[in-house]
């Protein structure tokens, strides 16, 4: 049968991921975990920035990298530290349940080096120096065009391209939101006099990596975001502030950022799907954008894995948008009224002053931490039961376990992003046959407190169904039938 000379020059793929930022290469780390044939189109020539961009990881973050064995990697390029702040107000965690009970301090820059050198081990492929310039989708595969001339098909396509992804935009998915009211310069500089460290003028001062300092500034004309910085306009914000600009000079590099917050109205349309800060964007304060877009690509990759492979049915991606879209507007929400806390004027002053004081007190830091850290991320199950467990729906701590090959830790039975049934009752006789093919079942022991963070300790489950991401898709007792409806929910065809 000769082939079909309209497609010859048309190289097929089962995913298309566009953007090989943190989102996209998580994403493909994930769908190749799972066996999946995924191609990532980059218009960078490397995986270089012209800045460091994000400057750390919250403990969620963390744990999610932990779940796939490669934590250590980020952790020995970076600082430990409590990083979290409610508009700058710090939020210290180390009280927190988890194994990571601080934050990360390590620039993006930094971070995507790593992750470039795992997924480069995993053995997906990166087409570099070329855009997404188009794409049509029907019943059963998109056609991707790109800007050297090369098509791509595939059976689905992915955007992790960016606020000004073109993925979302030729998919006519509207990014509804908020224009920007406020603009900041931030720039890494050398200075021939030595600046105060600390925040200040809507940001702050700090050292910055080879005795270069990092500042990020606001500045009050608004007009401004519509120009390119230079190195006048950062010496300018400079005086505002401390009537001084410290002889700056030198600049490694200088940009300007906004409060913009916007959110795709729709994670999915048809066989296109939206992640990162193709799907979601607002003002980095608290440090929470990396992280969502990463969480974003865990939660999204194993159930694009097992629709492309046939184990579940498409309907499967539907949970993605209902888990992910209020994550997503809850940051928003929260970045919104740290902006607001932001101000300088005497009114904002005393209520950032009297936010502080109640940020002191356990419960509201804990509430506010949890937050910003991701650790109290809680997806809903569709059960309403009053004895379903409380640990349905969220992430499963890493307790010390005991098996037949010796003591473990659960994440390290998710390094391979597949489920898992842990029973952890000796005389337990758990009848899931018809899943085994699906899901991996692993009897141990566990003699650790089961605690969350915000809700404390809770009762300790006989067994756990635990999703490829880390959440709790079911715990009970051997006498529970909520097993085989959530077996059924998730890893069904």
């Given at each position: 049968?000769?082939?079909?000379?309209?497609?010859?020059?048309?190289?097929?793929?089962?995913?298309?991921?566009?953007?090989?930022?943190?989102?996209?290469?998580?994403?493909?780390?994930?769908?190749?975990?799972?066996?999946?044939?995924?191609?990532?189109?980059?218009?960078?020539?490397?995986?270089?920035?012209?800045?460091?961009?994000?400057?750390?990881?919250?403990?969620?973050?963390?744990?999610?990298?932990?779940?796939?064995?490669?934590?250590?990697?980020?952790?020995?390029?970076?600082?430990?530290?409590?990083?979290?702040?409610?508009?700058?107000?710090?939020?210290?965690?180390?009280?927190?349940?988890?194994?990571?009970?601080?934050?990360?301090?390590?620039?993006?820059?930094?971070?995507?080096?790593?992750?470039?050198?795992?997924?480069?081990?995993?053995g997906v492929r990166v087409l570099r120096e070329r855009d997404v310039t188009t794409f049509t989708q029907d019943q059963d595969?998109?056609?991707?065009?790109?800007?050297?001339?090369?098509?791509?098909?595939?059976?689905?396509?992915?955007?992790?391209d960016g606020s000004h992804s073109t993925v979302r935009k030729t998919a006519g998915i509207d990014f509804a939101g908020w224009?920007?009211?406020?603009?900041?310069?931030?720039?890494?500089?050398?200075?021939?006099?030595?600046?105060?460290?600390?925040?200040?003028?809507?940001?702050?001062?700090?050292?910055?990596?080879?005795?270069?300092?990092?500042?990020?500034?606001?500045?009050?004309?608004?007009?401004?975001?519509?120009?390119?910085?230079?190195?006048?306009?950062?010496?300018?914000?400079?005086?505002?502030?401390?009537?001084?600009?410290?002889?700056?000079?030198?600049?490694?590099?200088?940009?300007?950022?906004?409060?913009?917050?916007?959110?795709?109205?729709?994670?999915?349309?048809?066989?296109?799907?939206?992640?990162?800060?193709?799907?979601?964007?607002?003002?980095?304060?608290?440090?929470?954008?990396?992280?969502?877009?990463?969480?974003?690509?865990?939660?999204?990759?194993?159930?694009?894995?097992?629709?492309?492979?046939?184990?579940?049915?498409?309907?499967?991606?539907?949970?993605?948008?209902?888990?992910?879209?209020?994550?997503?507007?809850?940051?928003?929400?929260?970045?919104?009224?740290?902006?607001?806390?932001?101000?300088?004027?005497?009114?904002?002053?005393?209520?950032?002053?009297?936010?502080?004081?109640?940020?002191?007190?356990?419960?509201?830091?804990?509430?506010?931490?949890?937050?910003?850290?991701?650790?109290?991320?809680?997806?809903?199950?569709?059960?309403?039961?009053?004895?379903?467990?409380?640990?349905?729906?969220?992430?499963?701590?890493?307790?010390?376990?005991?098996?037949?090959?010796?003591?473990?830790?659960?994440?390290?039975?998710?390094?391979?992003?597949?489920?898992?049934?842990?029973?952890?009752?000796?005389?337990?006789?758990?009848?899931?046959?018809?899943?085994?093919?699906?899901?991996?079942?692993?009897?141990?022991?566990?003699?650790?407190?089961?605690?969350?963070?915000?809700?404390?300790?809770?009762?300790?489950?006989?067994?756990?169904?635990?999703?490829?991401?880390?959440?709790?898709?079911?715990?009970?007792?051997?006498?529970?039938?909520?097993?085989?409806?959530?077996?059924?929910?998730?890893?069904?065809?």
């Open positions: 049968m000769n082939a079909d000379p309209a497609r010859t020059n048309v190289r097929e793929h089962q995913v298309v991921v566009v953007g090989s930022g943190p989102a996209g290469m998580m994403l493909a780390a994930e769908l190749t975990l799972a066996g999946i044939d995924v191609v990532v189109i980059e218009r960078r020539p490397n995986q270089d920035l012209e800045s460091p961009r994000s400057r750390g990881l919250h403990a969620r973050t963390i744990e999610v990298l932990d779940q796939r064995g490669i934590a250590d990697r980020f952790l020995a390029a970076g600082s430990t530290a409590q990083v979290q702040a409610f508009a700058g107000i710090p939020l210290d965690i180390s009280d927190f349940p988890t194994r990571h009970n601080y934050g990360l301090a390590l620039v993006q820059s930094d971070l995507e080096r790593i992750m470039a050198g795992w997924i480069d081990e995993l595969h998109v056609e991707v065009g790109c800007s050297d001339g090369s098509r791509l098909h595939a059976d689905w396509l992915v955007g992790c224009d920007p009211t406020i603009c900041w310069i931030t720039a890494e500089v050398e200075m021939r006099e030595q600046p105060r460290f600390g925040l200040r003028g809507g940001g702050g001062i700090g050292p910055a990596e080879s005795g270069r300092i990092g500042v990020t500034l606001a500045e009050p004309d608004s007009e401004s975001r519509f120009t390119e910085p230079t190195l006048d306009d950062l010496r300018a914000a400079l005086v505002r502030v401390d009537a001084t600009d410290y002889g700056a000079h030198s600049p490694r590099f200088i940009s300007r950022f906004t409060d913009m917050t916007r959110q795709a109205v729709t994670y999915r349309a048809g066989r296109v799907l939206l992640a990162g800060d193709a799907a979601h964007v607002h003002a980095p304060l608290g440090g929470q954008g990396l992280n969502l877009g990463v969480q974003d690509s865990v939660n999204l990759g194993w159930k694009l894995a097992r629709v492309v492979l046939g184990t579940s049915p498409d309907a499967l991606l539907d949970t993605y948008h209902a888990e992910r879209h209020p994550v997503a507007a809850r940051v928003m929400h929260n970045t919104m009224a740290q902006r607001a806390l932001g101000a300088t004027d005497d009114r904002t002053s005393a209520l950032r002053s009297v936010m502080s004081d109640l940020l002191a007190f356990d419960e509201p830091r804990t509430h506010m931490a949890a937050m910003i850290s991701g650790l109290d991320i809680h997806y809903a199950t569709g059960r309403t039961a009053d004895d379903d467990h409380p640990m349905i729906g969220r992430r499963v701590p890493d307790l010390d376990l005991v098996t037949s090959d010796g003591p473990s830790r659960i994440y390290e039975h998710l390094h391979r992003a597949e489920p898992l049934l842990l029973d952890l009752d000796p005389g337990s006789d758990l009848d899931t046959s018809r899943w085994r093919e699906r899901v991996r079942h692993i009897d141990a022991t566990c003699t650790g407190t089961w605690e969350l963070p915000v809700l404390g300790e809770v009762p300790a489950p006989s067994a756990l169904l635990i999703r490829p991401d880390g959440h709790v898709a079911w715990a009970g007792s051997r006498t529970d039938t909520g097993l085989h409806v959530a077996l059924r929910t998730w890893f069904d065809a």
